[in-house]
């Protein structure tokens, strides 16, 4: 069973910066494509990354130039690197994995975690 498990969040000032990490478990390959979803109050859930078993990535449009996904393979961690945070970046963000990778493209991820709150203010 894939378990992931979500750190990093907290409390930022506008224009600074977070990283988020989601811990991975439940299995021993590289084969999972990952990525990072976010879901405000009363907000409908948004796709903000994507990477690829392969290591390929996909943004949100919006968040282009100001967000990073990168994995570390080894250590089975996936991270989201945060840069020029907006007010409205305020969010729970949840880590998620499947082996398919259009099951997240489609916002139909076979496992995610707990996710994380972060939230920017003036």
């Known amino acids: 069973q894939v378990q992931l498990v979500e750190s990093g969040g907290g409390s930022v000032q506008a224009g600074g910066s977070l990283r988020l990490s989601c811990a991975a478990s439940?299995?021993?390959?590289?084969?999972?494509?990952m990525g990072w979803f976010r879901q405000a109050p009363g907000k409908e859930r948004e796709q903000v990354a994507i990477i690829g078993s392969g290591g390929s990535t996909s943004y949100a449009d919006s968040l282009k130039g100001r967000f990073t996904i990168s994995k570390d393979n080894a250590k089975h961690t996936l991270y989201l690197q945060k840069n020029s945070l907006k007010l409205e970046d305020t969010a729970m963000y949840y880590c998620e994995a499947d082996t398919a990778l259009w099951r997240l493209l489609l916002g139909q991820p076979g496992y995610w975690g707990q996710g994380t709150q972060v939230t920017v203010s003036s």
């Open positions: 439940g299995y021993t390959d590289s084969s999972y494509s």
